[in-house]
């Protein structure tokens, strides 16, 4: 009888504990970025995003409870060339008129290391969703001169851009094309805890 009530108390508290508060951290805009890489004629053309914004759950001991989400304000692609800028808002590109946001969302993480991981989720680019596969890069967690709690990583990934519906392009006398269809995307995330 006494187990038995033993067992009943240790059953209440766990029922009535607190849920453990995850550690979250909001994306950095001062000390992250958004960029990628994409094959024009013979060479390579990088850009960036300069808004975005996103949210990363980390807590190094319990993977199973890592979650990420993000979103990127596509009017702010930023090529260094202003003319190319506008192309790539139209229609022939992101459409941004009807395509404001490229968002993601993790779904797992596998192959976990103190270092790194794999990050799974779901990439809606262009009114497209399709999973995607990010490598991750763990950089570790640390106090700021101001006490603040941070947390660092990379992110990469390749992507087709034609997968999302981004098809166009234009023909060389060459046979060849202008533009090519593999993106390298490179993210660069730090984030503050909150508190």
């Known amino acids: 009888m006494r187990h038995r009530f033993i067992f009943l108390l240790f059953l209440a508290s766990l029922l009535t504990a607190p849920a453990a508060q995850a550690a979250t951290y909001n994306v950095d805009l001062d000390h992250s970025s958004v960029s990628f890489k ?3 004629l013979l060479s390579n053309v990088q850009g960036n995003f300069r808004k975005f914004e996103g949210t990363i759950d980390y807590d190094p001991a319990k993977p199973e409870t890592w979650k990420v989400n993000g979103a990127i304000d596509v009017s702010s692609i930023d090529t260094n060339v202003e003319q190319r800028d506008k192309h790539l808002l139209s229609p022939d590109f992101f459409d941004v008129q009807k395509f404001a946001k490229i968002t ?10 103190p270092t790194g991981a794999k990050m799974q ?17 763990i950089h570790g967690v640390g106090k700021d001169p101001w006490g603040n709690v941070r947390s660092a990583f990379t992110g990469t990934l390749k ?19 202008l533009v090519g269809e593999e993106v390298a995307i490179t993210l660069e995330a730090e984030g503050i805890l909150q508190k």
């Open 104 to 113: 993601f969302q993790s779904t797992k993480f596998t192959d976990v290391t």
């Open 38 to 40: 994409i094959r024009h």
């Open 121 to 137: 989720g779901l990439l809606n680019l262009h009114g497209v969703e399709k999973p995607v596969v990010i490598d991750v890069e």
């Open 159 to 177: 992507i087709n851009r034609k997968d999302f519906g981004l098809t166009w392009n234009e023909a060389l006398e060459t046979g060849q094309v």
